[in-house]
């Protein structure tokens, strides 16, 4: 498999629930990114990591915690999320050593917080 | 304050028409890059720009970058159906790992 899969595509969980979303690369990239997509917003950088290490939290509020167990694999795991945190959340990846950093997106994975 | 901004938000063409979007944003930049997003899915990446070109050509895309008055544009020339999609640029402020999104031109094109 190619590229930059996420699973599940689709999540639908009360408030109460926890759940993770899980984001693989197969490009041999050391950059990794979380972003959250609303409707009629910008597209949100939220969490980036490098060489498995964070350098970036968008001021993300604690009920969404990512994890980032090696270069491949990013995790995302959300717990007592509110309404308002349905959106679509795309993970990318980048080569992450030069300084053009073109990056290549997973399909999503629309999250539906009733 | 949003560092890329697209103009126009909505665009609708016909077939073999050529469509232009903009983009401006707010700090210097090291390069500026064009995706591509169909309806609900990842994006793609088209074209990167970097700050010391002036255009860039690939396929039927012609990117320009104007960094003294902050701004893009992308052409597409000759559109098909298949180019319906929202188009996005995106531009790293300090040359970290960071980019920012503008809010998207969503370009369709009718058979």
């Known amino acids: 498999e190619t590229g930059v899969t996420q699973t599940p595509r689709h999540l639908v969980m009360g408030m109460t629930n926890k759940k993770s979303l899980k984001c693989e690369q197969h490009?041999?990239?050391?950059?990794m990114y979380w972003y959250k997509q609303s409707a009629k917003k910008p597209l949100e950088l939220m969490f980036v990591y490098n060489f498995k290490e964070q350098t970036e939290n968008n001021s993300v509020p604690s009920r969404f915690s990512p994890e980032c167990p090696n270069s491949s694999h990013l995790f995302l795991h959300l717990h007592t999320l509110q309404p308002e945190d349905s959106a679509l959340y795309l993970c990318a990846s980048s080569d992450g050593t030069s300084g053009d950093n073109e990056q290549f997106f997973g399909p999503g994975t629309r999250l539906t917080v009733l | 304050s949003q560092q890329g901004e697209e103009d126009p938000q909505a665009l609708s063409i016909q077939e073999g028409e050529n469509a232009t979007m903009n983009c401006s944003y707010k700090?210097?930049?090291?390069?500026l890059q064009w995706y591509r997003q169909n309806s609900g899915r990842g994006l793609v990446h088209l074209i990167l720009i970097r700050s010391n070109e002036r255009e860039k050509h690939s396929g039927r895309l012609r990117v320009t970058l104007d960094t003294s008055k902050k701004s893009s544009s992308l052409l597409i020339t000759a559109s098909r159906a298949a180019d319906t999609a929202s188009y996005f640029c995106a531009t790293d402020a300090s040359g970290t790992y960071k980019y920012i999104f503008g809010t998207g031109t969503r370009l369709k094109v009718l058979a």
């Open positions: 700090t210097s930049i090291n390069n």
């Open positions: 490009l041999g990239h050391n950059a």
